[in-house]
Nanobody
């Protein structure tokens, strides 16, 4: 199992945008439910968005709806999280992980998944 590798985080002013990347698979055209999560120390991990790489169907958590989009590359090895109009409360460490199959995506169980195979994450800091 490939350990995910996140990148693209950084410091941005409120109202700005970021694009996070996650290499989640070495196998092209693999079909997985891949989730983006965020967490700060001492707080519960929060599911942000997910994509089922088989169909491209996406699932966005309510707190970030309208400001976040998730996509993938054509080889289905890299998943992206596009964030626009970022807010100071978006400041967090962001992680991605393959959390299961199509059912895990559309059943919404991806939000609370803990596959245990977490990458190092990428830090997002939003200043007001």
């Amino acid at each position: 199992q490939v350990q995910p590798t996140e990148s693209g985080g950084g410091s941005v002013q409120a109202g700005g945008s970021l694009k996070l990347s996650c290499v989640v698979s070495e196998s092209t055209y693999s079909k997985k439910c891949v989730g983006w999560f965020r967490q700060v120390p001492g707080k519960e991990r929060e599911g942000v968005a997910a994509i089922y790489t088989g169909s491209g169907s996406t699932y966005i958590n309510d707190p970030v709806k309208g400001r976040v989009a998730v996509s993938q590359d054509s080889a289905k090895t890299t998943v992206y999280l596009n964030m626009i109009n970022v807010l100071p409360e978006d400041t967090d460490m962001y992680y991605c992980a393959a959390v299961g199959d199509a059912y895990d995506c559309y059943s919404e169980s991806w939000r609370k998944a803990d596959p245990g195979n977490w990458g190092p994450g990428t830090q997002v800091a939003v200043s007001s």
